[in-house]
T-cell receptor, first 112, second 112 residues
Framework: EAGVAQSPRYKIIEKRQSVAFWCNPISGHATLYWYQQILGQGPKLLIQFQNNGVVDDSQLPKDRFSAERLKGVDSTLKIQPAKLEDSAVYLC??????????FGPGTRLLVL | QKEVEQDPGPLSVPEGAIVSLNCTYS??????FMWYRQYSRKGPELLMYTYSSGNKEDGRFTAQVDKSSKYISLFIRDSQPSDSATYLCAMSEGGGGNKLTFGTGTQLKVEL
């Protein structure tokens, strides 16, 4: 079974630029999550989708972050404009419905 | 005060040692408790999953939950160099795709 796929794996941008990350969950997983993991910290949930609807986006900085999950499969997370403090690993996870979340390898973002 | 507290380490042990990793939490509504292992530059992978108080064993790994003390532990017996990773505790109030709250992670190194 293929795991959660993410791209790109690494991205370096200047502050105030925009960036987008892509996630393809495990086939059949209805729930998709985006997490932000700052160096030395645990992952923090940014947004949770159930199919293509948003379940929880309470910790998403909506003035600069946006996410969508068209057709209930792939998802894109965008940051516009980026700030220095956005430097982190962005993890995508999916689950069939339980608390067993399967994580992708993450996208490592560096904002200069 | 953070909802979940975890000693960041690093923790260094000799091969074959018993390792004890711990987390404390403040939210009494947490019912589901997980341990994830994260290798460098990889996404977290689910190691153990327990519901409510009690023990669960899987091979060399044992997870313990004491809800009365708001304290969870992961024990690793006969530790191996391949166990060297960051161990993250995570918990949620409910199953079925509920939001996970992570600890900061404990970095473990098992030396030959």
């Amino acid at each position: 079974e293929a795991g959660v796929a993410q791209s790109p794996r690494y991205k370096i941008i200047e502050k105030r630029q925009s960036v987008a990350f892509w996630c393809n969950p495990i086939s059949g997983h209805a729930t998709l999550y985006w997490y932000q993991q700052i160096l030395g910290q645990g992952p923090k949930l940014l947004i949770q989708f159930q199919n293509n609807g948003v379940v929880d986006d309470s910790q998403l900085p909506k003035d600069r972050f946006s996410a969508e999950r068209l057709k209930g499969v792939d998802s894109t997370l965008k940051i516009q404009p980026a700030k220095l403090e956005d430097s982190a690993v962005y993890l995508c996870a999916s689950s069939f419905g339980g608390s067993d979340q399967y994580f992708g390898p993450g996208t490592r973002l560096l904002v200069l | 005060q953070k909802e979940v507290e975890q000693d960041p380490g690093p923790l260094s042990v000799p091969e074959g040692a018993i390792v004890s990793l711990n987390c404390t939490y403040s939210n009494s509504a947490f019912q589901y408790f997980m341990w994830y292992r994260q290798y460098s530059r990889k996404g977290p992978e689910l190691l153990m999953y327990t519901y409510s108080s009690g023990n669960k064993e899987d091979g060399r790994f044992t997870a313990q939950v004491d809800k009365s003390s708001k304290y969870i532990s992961l024990f690793i017996r006969d530790s191996q160099p391949s166990d060297s990773a960051t161990y993250l505790c995570a918990m949620s109030e409910g199953g079925g795709g509920n939001k996970l709250t992570f600890g900061t992670g404990t970095q473990l190194k098992v030396e030959l």
